[in-house]
């Protein structure tokens, strides 16, 4: 009896030690996946920011592009970015959020909507050359835009709209219905609940996806490439339906090129990007604390 | 005010260099004819436009060279360059899209055809030579120098891995790897009409639109051949080999600004176009003025960004040619 008991106790004691080991492996599967995507980050961001660094200067801000690497600048690409996103977030965000709350608050579950909605869904993943040739043929030759601000925003407004939409109906899904009854309770129209009810409570989820969107807009050079838009432009767009050029179409530009010294350009014109981006990405985690604080 | 006028006005006498930096007052009474400074009539009518222009990554560099320097001249003319690749700039050529299209090759049937149908005159301008270079690495001490036939040999698909003892005896038994610029460009075209004669490129190749991987690739590799444009060669020429290519002649000749501008480097050398509509450069004076100072100042730009000028009658001939359609 008492050895039985001795043996399962033994048993028992070895498993614990087996669930152990188990539980430190899988603790040092976990590590090693995020201190690999670490160093990978780190060597990258090291690389672009020893090679690009040393050419970041006012001048590289106030000059055009140009064939000899140290007058080489990057304006005409980040003022052209600039008005490029000035048509894609607008265009985007009303007709992604509009869409969102339209199938979320109005629409009636039917075969229809959720066949528009898995077609939305799919749109996501779409690659990016297909809303290049898409931009081509609608705005940029049927409805005679050429190679403007407008065409390549419209362009990327839509690239980046199936995620805005998903994102904006999760988003507005997770508001508690206890809140919508409340208010409808209360004697509130539909309008109303939307405006002071779902918003507010959806916003920092609707801007959070929006912003991650947006960020794609910025980067993505294929359709840019496909919509035509030059890569050597030596003026400021002065109207949307100027020519103008981009940052990653500088970019990529200028990684192609011979000469070292333009790929280090192309470094430091990365260094802007990411720039950029974070300035984006603060902006959303700023609009996030401020609405979740309330 | 006067003393420094007068003391202005002398030192233009003297010394050519302040001649460049001084005022434009000045400079139009004091033209003697140098270079890019005086050469379009430009300088006095001050042009307004708009140039839209894509086609050729491989001529982009000469094309931004152009545009940079002639919006120096006339900052009114809008100038922009595109690359879409010399297909892809023919597509927007024949769409009306741009005035003018870079190529890296010469324009194709089709092209041509559907530039008819829509009614698009154009005339062909040589802007430069450009050698491609067939580079091996550093560590690879037996190839000496290669055929048009040996090249066609290792590069055209026949089913197996090529090894270097294939192609002459003697060298070594080790599977060749191949390098090539991706198949929508100028340049594979070019190797694909001389070299590969529209057969099918070796399956083992590792094609690239990037050049700069095509480098990497035979660099970090010592079985490695490839080829690329001479810029590319030049620019890295520390660590790779170049393989000079027998020519017509029997004679072995390795690319260079000599070679390749004599016509001595062939058949690899291979010149690079601009398409300019004609309609363009008749009805408006900002396309017209443009193309004469791209055809005025190839010579030196292409040269400055690592191509090789063609020779000088060549750049006058086409001068005429263009005051023909203005």
């Known amino acids: 009896m008492e050895n039985t008991a001795r043996v399962k106790a033994e048993e028992m004691v070895g498993r614990i030690d087996g669930r152990l080991m188990k539980n430190k492996a899988i603790k040092g599967i976990f590590l090693t996946a995020t201190v690999f995507t670490s160093i990978i980050l780190i060597i990258l961001l090291y690389r672009i920011i020893s090679q690009g660094a040393p050419y970041l200067s006012w001048d590289f801000f106030q000059n055009f592009a140009s064939r000899r690497p140290e007058q080489a600048g990057i304006k005409a690409a980040v003022v052209g970015t600039l008005w490029m996103m000035s048509v894609v977030i607008p265009t985007a965000a009303i007709l992604g959020v509009g869409t969102a709350i339209y199938l979320e608050e109005y629409a009636k579950k039917n075969a229809l909507t959720s066949w528009i909605q898995m077609n939305i869904s799919n749109l996501a993943g779409v690659p990016s050359v297909v809303f290049g040739l898409l931009g081509l043929t609608i705005f940029v030759r049927v409805l005679g835009f050429g190679n403007s601000v407008l065409a390549a925003g419209f362009t990327m ?38 405006y002071r ?51 990653p179409m500088q970019i990529y530009n200028w990684t192609s090129r011979p000469q070292v010294d333009f790929h280090n350009l192309a470094a430091a014109g990365i260094i802007i990007l990411l720039g950029v981006l974070i300035l984006m990405n603060s902006v959303a985690v700023w609009i996030r604390n401020r609405y979740q604080a309330r | ?51 839209s222009i894509d086609g050729s990554s491989t001529v982009y560099p000469i094309a931004e060279a152009v545009a940079e320097e002639f919006m120096l001249e006339q900052p009114d003319v809008k100038v922009t360059v595109g690359l879409s690749g010399t297909g892809g700039g023919f597509e927007k050529f ?10 890296s090759r010469p324009i194709k049937e089709e092209e041509s055809k559907a530039l008819a149908d829509a009614g698009i005159e154009y005339t ?38 090529v090894k270097w003892s294939d192609v002459r005896e003697g060298w070594p038994e080790e599977e060749i790897k191949f390098y090539s610029p991706g198949t929508d460009s100028g340049t594979y075209d ?25 480098v990497q690739g035979v660099t970090g590799d010592a079985n490695a051949i490839g ?64 193309t004469q100072f791209t055809l005025e100042n190839a010579a030196m730009l292409a040269e400055d960004v690592g191509y090789v000028s063609l020779p000088e009658e060549k750049y006058t001939e086409q001068l005429e040619t263009l005051e023909g359609l203005k």
């Open chain 2, 190 to 214: 070019y190797f694909n009409e001389i070299i590969l004669e529209d057969a099918q490129i070796n399956k083992t190749a590792t094609l690239s639109e990037d050049d700069n991987v095509l």
């Open chain 2, 94 to 103: 024949i769409a009306g899209e741009t005035q003018m299209s870079n190529a």
């Open chain 2, 1 to 51: 005010m006067k003393p420094v006028k007068v003391l202005t006005l002398s030192a233009l006498l003297g010394s050519a260099l302040v001649l460049g930096a001084c005022s434009e007052e000045a400079d139009t009474g004091a033209t003697t004819g140098d270079g890019a400074e005086d050469s379009a009539d430009s300088g006095d009518a001050q042009l307004q436009g708009e140039i």
């Open chain 1, 157 to 194: 407004a839509l690239l980046v709209l199936p995620v805005i939409i998903v994102a904006a109906q999760e988003a507005i899904r997770a508001v508690p219905n206890e809140l919508k009854e409340a208010s409808y309770g209360l004697g509130a129209t539909k309008w109303q609940t939307i």
């Open chain 1, 197 to 247: 009810v779902v918003l507010p409570y959806a916003i920092p989820g609707i801007a959070t996806g929006s912003i991650l969107a947006f960020s794609r807009a910025i980067g993505e050079t294929a359709p840019l490439i496909v919509v035509g838009i030059p890569t050597f432009v030596a003026f400021l767009p002065s109207g949307y339906l100027d020519s103008f050029t981009a940052l």
């Open chain 2, 227 to 290: 080829y690329f444009g001479y810029a590319y060669y030049l620019e890295n020429k520390d660590n790779l080999k170049v393989v000079p290519i027998v020519n017509g002649e029997g004679k072995a000749v390795e690319p260079n600004a000599e070679t390749i501008e004599s016509g001595e480097y062939e058949p690899l050398s291979r010149p690079l176009f601009t398409y300019v509509d004609n309609a363009a450069i008749a009805d408006d004076e900002a396309v017209a003025a443009y």
């Open chain 2, 124 to 161: 062909e301008f040589q802007l430069a030579y450009d050698g491609l270079s067939v580079v091996v690495n550093k560590d690879n001490d037996w190839v000496d120098q290669l055929t048009v036939d040996e090249l066609k040999k290792m590069w055209v698909d026949n089913g197996t891995a």
